[in-house]
């Protein structure tokens, strides 16, 4: 411990105290975005509407994954999740796409754009992107509940 006129100094315990709070409150959703939306409402909200994507037959999750989105600024905006599916072989494009516009919820706008399906509820957007098909066997799933304002208005 470092010494200042013989006394112990008590910033390094202060600082190590702030740094357990700021990752306690990340681990649990308590940082919050440009709109003050906390992480885990975020996430909470996300799967709310993953719940409402219907899955392909036979695709299979590989990957879920949480990524940070942000404004101009660099501020941070808020938080989109992304479920990567495995198909087999003999899946094409259009057929994912197909089976997206034919049996998603019609209470969502779509947008067919060939290999990413968008649909658009509200704030809230859905992409179901197949851009690596044909070299990975997978597609995306995109999903943010608060992405849309007037300004990205994809649907």
Same mark, same amino acid.
């Not at 190590?16 to 649990?28: M, P, S, T």
């Not at 899955?55 to 808020?78: H, K, N, Q, T």
């Not at 089976?99 to 779509?110: I, P």
């Given at each position: ?9 008590? /910033? ?9 709070? &700021?990752? #306690? ?30 899955? #392909? ?12 989105? #942000?404004? @101009?600024?660099? =501020? ?6 992304? +479920?990567?599916?495995? +198909? ?5 494009? @259009?057929?994912?796409?197909? #089976? ?7 209470? /969502?706008? =779509? ?10 509820k509200d ?8 851009t690596y ?8 799933? &995109? ?7 007037? @300004?990205?208005?994809?649907?």
């Amino acid at each position: 411990m470092s010494a200042y006129n013989g006394k112990p100094i008590a /910033w390094k315990s202060s600082l190590c105290g702030l740094l357990l709070a &700021f990752i #306690f409150a990340v681990a649990c959703g308590g940082t919050s975005t440009t709109s003050g939306t906390s992480k885990g409402d975020y996430d909470r909200a996300n799967l709310e509407r993953l719940e409402q994507v219907p899955l #392909f037959p036979g695709a299979v999750e590989v990957i879920r994954e949480v990524e940070p989105s #942000f404004d @101009e600024r660099r =501020s941070l905006e808020g938080y989109g999740l992304r +479920v990567t599916y495995r +198909v087999d072989g003999a899946t094409s494009v @259009e057929t994912i796409a197909k #089976f997206y516009l034919d049996n998603m919820d019609k209470t /969502w706008q =779509s947008r067919d754009g060939g290999r990413l399906v968008l649909f658009c509820k509200d704030e809230s957007f859905i992409g179901i992107d197949a851009t690596y098909l044909a070299s990975d066997r997978t597609y995306n799933v &995109f999903v943010d509940y608060k992405y849309l304002d007037d @300004e990205k208005r994809l649907c």
